[in-house]
């Protein structure tokens, strides 16, 4: 009786296994190879820099008696920023002022007696010259002035104000710090390896890990003309606006730069592809008859980026290529396939 049992239970689990059998093989999903454009681009890391920015210094030496901005403060170009002590200078141009109005006096005499044939050339030619030489006097003497008093040459901010009230400044001598936000540039250092692909006018993208939503697409404005012997890098610049003023000078930012395109290439997920020591494969479902198997396909790889991988050759558009379910596939193997 329990002979009889065991043996009807056996009967029904090979009617099982069979059935299975049948049914046909291992589950995998598979997507049409087909030829797409593919591109790579690379990353450089760079420092934002002002395009306008200066650091003041007088033309003359003296002492500063006046400031008139402080840091953080918006100026515009020609902007009075200091005063240097004009007190000499100013006592000069009125003396020579009053020795101007006396000669200029003496000369108009000369000349009336001159036009009237009295008096001799000599003393008209030297109250002629008098004039002359007082007015270019007075005029070296303004132009002292003039470069005693400090202007802006940019609109930005005063960053920085270095000397004080009442200290003695020094043509070379900073006296403060001004710097346009207005106009912005990114300068990245890149490998050399890419000199053949980087070209002025190259649309590249430009991003700040501190401002993720701050994004430009804008032209490489300058590439450097000299290879670092340091680290053979050569020097890329993108010109960037700040109309917000939101970035700010030495703020990180990156660069991403396409170096490769190609639009004739199959293109698939890099998970897809294995190794063995004949090279890369991946595995199609190939039909045999009323079935499908599994079909080992040794390809040759071109560049990846971003999980997508570019296949030169070994791939032909319009192959099943199994993209779930290749990980436990062998060559040969039987497949069902589903959606």
């Known amino acids: 009786m329990l002979n009889d049992k065991i043996t009807e239970l056996e009967t029904q689990l090979g009617e099982t296994g069979n059935s299975t059998g049948q049914e046909s093989g291992m589950k995998v999903r598979v997507e049409v190879a087909q030829i797409q454009p593919f591109s790579e681009y690379f990353e450089a890391t760079g420092e934002l820099e002002a395009e306008d920015e200066a650091f003041i210094s007088p033309e003359v030496p003296g002492q500063i008696t006046e400031i008139y901005v402080e840091e953080g403060q918006r100026v515009k170009t020609g902007q009075l920023l200091a005063k240097l002590n004009t007190s000499l200078v100013e006592k000069n141009i009125n003396e020579v002022k009053t020795q101007l109005a006396y000669a200029e006096t003496m000369f108009k005499k000369q000349k009336e007696l001159w036009e009237k044939n009295i008096g001799s050339e000599r003393q008209y030619l030297d109250a002629k010259n008098q004039v002359e030489s007082l007015q270019n006097k007075l005029e070296t003497l303004q132009a002292q002035y003039k470069m005693s008093l400090i202007y802006s040459p940019l609109s930005g901010y ?182």
Do not use: C
């Open 158 to 339: 005063v960053e920085t104000i270095i000397q004080k009230k009442g200290e003695l400044a020094s043509p070379g001598m900073q006296l403060m710090q001004i710097v346009g936000l207005d106009k912005m540039k990114v300068t990245a250092k890149i490998s050399e390896v890419y000199l053949p692909v980087v070209h002025e006018g190259d649309t590249v993208k430009v991003y700040f890990p501190s401002y993720p939503e701050i994004v430009f697409k804008r032209p490489i404005t300058r590439i450097g003309h000299v290879v670092d012997k340091q680290n053979r890098t050569f020097k890329v610049q993108v010109t960037v606006e700040n109309n917000k003023g939101i970035l700010k000078p030495n703020l990180l930012a990156s660069i991403v730069i396409n170096n490769y395109n190609s639009d004739n290439h199959i293109v698939v997920p890099s998970r897809l592809i294995r190794e063995d020591m004949k090279g890369s494969y991946l595995y199609v479902a190939q039909k045999d008859g009323d079935r499908w198997v599994a079909q080992k396909k040794y390809i040759t790889m071109g560049k990846s980026y971003r999980q997508k991988s570019e296949v030169l050759s070994g791939l032909e558009s319009g192959e099943q290529i199994i993209t779930d379910g290749f990980s436990n596939v062998t060559d040969g193997a039987v497949l069902q396939i589903v959606d």
